[in-house]
């Protein structure tokens, strides 16, 4: 676990994911930036 943690509301934008993207709407085969785990190996976190 790398602790990277995805903020709807900024997006990825390094990776091609635009600020606003829901989660649910990140494709499939998105992969982390930092480690590289597949998009369901995320667990939400509230914060």
Excluded: L, Q, R
Aim: charged share 25%; proline share 9%; hydrophobic share 35%.
């Amino acid at each position: 676990m790398c602790g990277w943690i995805y903020d709807e509301s900024k997006g990825a934008p390094d990776e091609g994911i635009d600020p606003g993207t829901a989660w649910k709407n990140i494709p499939a085969d998105w992969v982390c930036p930092v480690c590289g785990s597949g998009k369901e190996d995320f667990v939400m976190v509230e914060m």
